[in-house]
């Protein structure tokens, strides 16, 4: 088994969460489709459109710190970088590589965990409106990256949102137009 995710750390904009943190669930890049039924045919058929649908990243703290609290994001200009460590370690060989994944988005829910009777609790934050993503890991490069203000899409084998692409739109920024 190589890549077995060991741990993990989440940093918002210079705040080390690492003893709070309860847990953390990444963003998952999903094709956008769209449902197609032929006429006549007997089995429908998702038809890719060449496009990801929104990114989230979501993570619970034991914690409820107003200025964490406080960070809602109620426009693009609002966004923040958090940023993902994590420990990757082949449990044959017992190479460990650092993972890292950063996200540029808005805070968008704090909620709270449901109270009942004491222990700790905290709240549940979902980062939205994500517009830049990048996924790295240690020897390999980067294996996902995402940018919406320049309309491309590479890795995990593909490339979207091409400088051709971009050229034939008019989309300044990923290509020279």
């Known amino acids: 088994m190589d890549f077995v995710r060991k741990g ?8 080390n969460h690492w003893q709070k943190l309860k847990s953390y669930q990444l963003p998952t890049p999903r094709v956008k489709t769209e449902t197609h039924s032929p006429g006549g045919g007997i089995m429908d058929l998702d038809v890719p459109l060449g496009a990801i649908e929104p ?15 406080g960070t809602m994001g109620m ?17 044959k060989t017992g190479t460990k590589r650092e993972r890292i994944i950063t996200v540029r988005g808005i805070s968008a829910e704090n909620t709270p965990e449901e109270m009942a009777g004491r222990g700790l609790k905290g709240y549940g934050h979902l ?19 995402f940018n919406f203000w320049t309309n491309t899409w ?10 051709e692409d ?3 739109l008019r989309i300044a920024g990923g290509a020279t137009v």
């Open 127 to 145: 980062i939205k409106s994500i517009t830049e993503y990048e996924d790295v890991i240690e020897g390999y490069g980067i294996v996902a990256r």
């Open 75 to 91: 426009s693009l200009h609002h966004s923040r970088l958090y940023t993902i460590y994590e420990l990757l370690q082949d449990e």
């Open 8 to 15: 993990g750390n989440l940093y918002s904009e210079g705040w």
């Open 154 to 163: 590479r890795g995990y084998g593909i490339e979207a949102g091409s400088d």
């Open 166 to 168: 971009n050229r034939i």
């Open 55 to 69: 990114l989230t990243l979501g993570y619970n703290l034991i914690s409820a710190h107003p200025g964490e609290l």
